[in-house]
């Protein structure tokens, strides 16, 4: 496989390319089950848990200020894709938009088709996380999660959680679908945290 879909890093590359990783020629989609089809004009976006219920619907994200960035993406399956270009809402700007109290310390992602993925605060509300409707210029297609997916570049691509719709607030870790299935908690590409122990 390592040439015509993937590659070795460059000498220039290395040092954005974790451990174990090769570079993808294109942009691989990987989805466990069917892949949900919703449309914008029905997409909802709920809160709730330790945080005041609150439902926003694209239009709501739409108004939210919007910016472009570009983000490298990891993932476990040992691929990574550099400077992939995507628009959408950072969730620093989204929070503000919501009252979450302060007893939160985790987060479940839920999203349409049943996926779940946990995320700790600390690794959700950092300042390069963002929620994406847009991939290279065209509206996110479904395959790579859209209308809208999370992308948290930091940890491997399975915590970006794909066809999202809702943000659970916990006081406590819960695990979500690839972590009850042996996937890592935190998920740190740097570290190679793959696999539970």
């Known amino acids: 496989?390592?040439?015509?879909?993937?590659?070795?890093?460059?000498?220039?590359?290395?040092h954005r390319v974790p451990p174990g990783q090769h570079l993808a020629?294109?942009?691989p989609v990987l989805t466990y089950g069917q892949t949900p089809v919703v449309n914008r004009?029905?997409?909802?976006?709920?809160?709730w848990g330790l945080a005041t219920?609150?439902?926003f619907t694209w239009d709501d994200f739409m108004a939210m200020p919007q910016n472009n960035f570009t983000a490298d993406f990891h993932c476990?399956?040992?691929?990574?894709?550099?400077d992939v270009q995507w628009t959408g809402v950072k969730v620093t700007d989204f929070l503000q938009h919501i009252e979450v109290d302060p007893k939160a310390v985790h987060v479940m992602e839920h999203c349409y088709g049943g996926y779940t993925t946990n995320i700790s605060m600390d690794d959700f509300i950092r300042e390069e996380n963002f929620f994406a409707h847009t991939l290279f210029g065209e509206p996110l297609p479904p395959e790579h999660g859209g209308p809208m997916r999370s992308v948290v570049p930091h940890i491997y691509a399975w915590k970006s959680a794909?066809?999202?719709n809702g943000l659970e607030f916990l006081d406590h870790q819960e695990l979500g679908f690839w972590e009850r299935n042996g996937y890592h908690h935190r998920g740190e590409p740097w570290a190679?945290?793959?696999y539970s122990s």
């Open 25 to 27: 020629s294109g942009f």
């Open 41 to 47: 004009d029905t997409w909802e976006f709920k809160v």
């Open 1 to 14: 496989m390592i040439g015509k879909f993937f590659q070795k890093p460059g000498a220039d590359q290395q």
């Open 53 to 55: 219920p609150k439902t």
């Open 162 to 164: 794909k066809w999202i």
């Open 192 to 194: 190679e945290e793959r």
């Open 76 to 82: 476990v399956t040992t691929w990574s894709k550099l």
